[in-house]
């Protein structure tokens, strides 16, 4: 199997404080992880790629002291949103592609189930 | 550029057949994907094309044609669950999927 989880899956919290959203891959090890955020009734848009022991490579208009991206293992990657506000409200997606396995699947990417954030 | 154009709506009965197109324009390639994503739900990975051809997987099926810069995804007997967003992906080596922006299929009984 290929399966990736989010923690957590809700989260509410008040505008000015920080929030990490934890991606991990639980049955292979993840060459590279991807997150993206989703607006209601939008299409996926990338934030970050993300490689292990290195720093994450941020989308034009994503600011990078803003989300924090840490990828501290094969299988572990993390986000932070500092001092959240309202607008960062949002469907938060980790992906991950596999290392090794078969050439398709190196460039599969395998979807998290999503973090919901309300900022108030 | 990269592009990646499909359908935004489409609509269907149960136990219709119904075809998703897609084309796209990217500067590499290194296969198609389609992904199927339920309302508030993440994205799950459906099918990879990466050669010309028919990739057929029970209900669903999906064509490549790397000429033409066309795939499409065929669902067939369709059902009330396989309402969903469904989205096209190009594949570049080394980088994230460019992702279209899904067509809504919405099935009715």
């Known amino acids: 199997g290929a399966v990736v989880s989010q923690h957590p899956s809700w989260v509410i919290c008040k505008s000015g404080t920080s929030v990490k959203i934890e991606c991990r891959s639980l049955?292979?090890?993840?060459?590279?992880m991807f997150w993206y955020r989703q607006f209601p009734k939008q299409s996926l848009m990338l934030m970050a790629t993300s490689n292990e022991g290195s720093k994450a490579t941020y989308e034009q208009g994503v600011e990078k002291d803003k989300f924090l991206i840490n990828h501290a293992s094969l299988t572990l990657s993390t986000l932070t949103v500092t001092s959240a506000h309202p607008e960062d409200s949002s469907f938060y997606i980790c992906s991950a592609r596999r290392a090794g396995g078969q050439s398709w699947d190196q460039e599969t990417q395998y979807f998290g189930p999503g973090t919901r954030l309300l900022v108030l | 550029g990269q592009n990646i154009d499909q359908p935004t709506e489409m609509t269907a009965t149960e136990g219709a057949i119904v075809q998703i197109n897609c084309t796209y324009q990217t500067s590499g390639f290194n296969g198609l994907f389609w992904y199927q994503q339920h309302a508030g739900e993440a994205p799950t990975f459906l099918s990879y094309?990466?050669?010309?051809g028919l990739e057929e997987k029970g209900r669903f099926s999906s064509f490549l044609s790397r000429s033409k810069g066309y795939s499409y995804l065929l669902l067939k007997e369709l059902q009330m669950k396989d309402s969903a967003s469904y989205l096209c992906a190009v594949g570049q080596a080394g980088t994230a999927l460019i992702f279209g922006k899904g067509t809504t299929l919405s099935v009715s009984s």
């Open positions: 049955d292979f090890q993840a060459t590279t």
């Open positions: 094309n990466v050669l010309d």
